[in-house]
Antibody, heavy 121, light 107 residues
Framework: EVYLLESGGGLVQPGGSLRLSCAAS????????MSWVRQAPGKGLEWVST????????YYADSVKGRFTISRDNSKNTLYLQMSSLRGEDTAVYYC??????????????WGQGTLVTVSS | VVLTQSPGTLSLSPGERATLSCRAS???????LAWYQQKPGQAPRLLIY???SRATGIPDRFSGSVSGTDFTLTISRLEPEDFAVYYC?????????FGQGTKLEIK
């Protein structure tokens, strides 16, 4: 069974930085695109960022563009999200998700349990 | 692409049929539309991909369909474990979006 484990969340002051990690196991990590999705307390899901399997292509939501950087280390089977210039509205549970392509259709078939980021003074 | 889900909350009883709607603000390719279920304190779970294909392990009471820019998730006969929040999700070429969610609650 695929396993994704996020870490690195915590309390950070506005304007601060934080790096999230997502350790992947039990699948060939280097052959799948990966994404970060967040959920503010009591709110819906918000896509944050996606990175291609090789890491050569990255995509960001407008709300985080220029402040967050997604990356991956395929030798360590780990996905990262470097977050800087953090704001209160970045407070959320951050999930990593494994993308899949099934017969030409897209989905995210495995998700981690999430890590909570709280931005507050 | 903006996805608008309706209703915001749906109150039904076990055994009833549930119909959840997701309308896209512009034409989207069905291959890039998925549905997720999320229960409190849990990560989302993939239900439907490609607008109408069930993900692995999803019961056949769940089905998806599309008509133009209107996507529908139907649960034919509600089981107690189906009461949750449901999201549609569009996988754009460079941007992705979620609908705001429909909460399916027990009546």
């Amino acid at each position: 069974e695929v396993y994704l484990l996020e870490s690195g969340g915590g309390l950070v002051q506005p304007g601060g930085s934080l790096r999230l990690s997502c350790a992947a196991s039990r699948f060939t990590f280097s052959t799948y695109a990966m994404s970060w999705v967040r959920q503010a307390p009591g709110k819906g899901l918000e896509w944050v960022s996606t990175i291609s399997d090789s890491g050569g292509r990255t995509y960001y939501a407008d709300s985080v563009k220029g402040r967050f950087t997604i990356s991956r280390d395929n030798s360590k089977n780990t996905l990262y999200l470097q977050m800087s210039s953090l704001r209160g509205e970045d407070t959320a549970v951050y999930y990593c998700a494994k993308d899949c392509v099934l017969g030409g259709s897209y989905g995210s078939d495995y998700w981690g349990q999430g890590t909570l980021v709280t931005v507050s003074s | 692409v903006v996805l608008t889900q309706s209703p915001g909350t749906l109150s039904l009883s076990p055994g009833e049929r549930a119909t959840l709607s997701c309308r896209a603000s512009q034409s989207v390719t069905s291959s890039f539309l998925a549905w997720y279920q999320q229960k409190p304190g849990q990560a989302p779970r993939l239900l439907i991909y490609g607008a109408s294909s069930r993900a692995t392990g999803i019961p056949d009471r769940f089905s998806g369909s599309v008509s133009g820019t209107d996507f529908t998730l139907t649960i034919s006969r509600l089981e107690p474990e189906d009461f949750a929040v449901y999201y549609c999700h569009h996988y754009g070429s460079s941007q992705r979006t979620f609908g705001q969610g429909t909460k399916l609650e027990i009546k």
